[in-house]
């Protein structure tokens, strides 16, 4: 059987359960307070948005699914979260930032496959592209590049990487729940109102 349809169908789904993602509401996290004013702060807050969904998704996913993959020649689960940590990586790479010893864009997705070690490599990913693009002054942000055949600037070159994160947290989404797993936000979302709706429903014996 082919797999065009259910690759079709998948990304679909993955389109729907990031809009989803990305709208659902979250938690105040302190740090938002000291994020920086403007566009870098507003890039940032996002960033980190995806960050949190990713990796709560990474601990929540059970070793034994890490190599599963919808269909022949697609992304595995694991291969998917290395993906991402390879772009926060390559991608400023490709505009002079320095990635770390040893890193081949081409090769790094699949350079690691067991959970333990690839939940680190992600959050360590994410805290690399969060420190280049906290340091950077107005005027390298506006520097020209081109990236993948395509000119633009530095700061189009981390709207991609934005753009990027999110793309994949709703491959991730639809992953998850292909596998039965429950997005760790929503499980937190239900409980709280299964809890909620408990407590009124509580409340009228107490009178």
Known sequence: MSIAKPCRLLAVAALTFGLAAALAPHPARAEEAALPAGL?????RW????ESKLVDLAEATPEST??????HDVRSTG????????ANY???????VKPPEGFDFATFEKSKTKKADIVPTLKASFAHLE?????????EMEKPTELFGMKTTVRGGYLLLLSHCHEHLGQSIAYAR???IVPPWT??????????KAEANAAPAKK
Do not use: C
């Not at 890490?66 to 269909?71: L, S």
């Not at 390559?90 to 002079?96: N, S, T």
């Not at 420190?131 to 005027?139: E, I, L, P, Q, R």
């Open 47 to 50: 960033v980190k948005d995806a």
């Open 187 to 196: 499980a937190r979302q239900q409980a709280a109102a299964a809890a909620k």
């Open 178 to 180: 292909m596998n039965g």
């Open 79 to 86: 291969e998917v979260f290395m993906h991402v940590a390879a």
């Open 40 to 44: 870098k702060g507003e890039v940032l």
């Open 131 to 139: 420190k280049t693009w906290s340091g950077m002054s107005d005027a």
């Open 90 to 96: 390559g991608i400023p790479g490709l505009m002079g």
């Open 66 to 71: 890490y190599a599963w993959r919808p269909g």
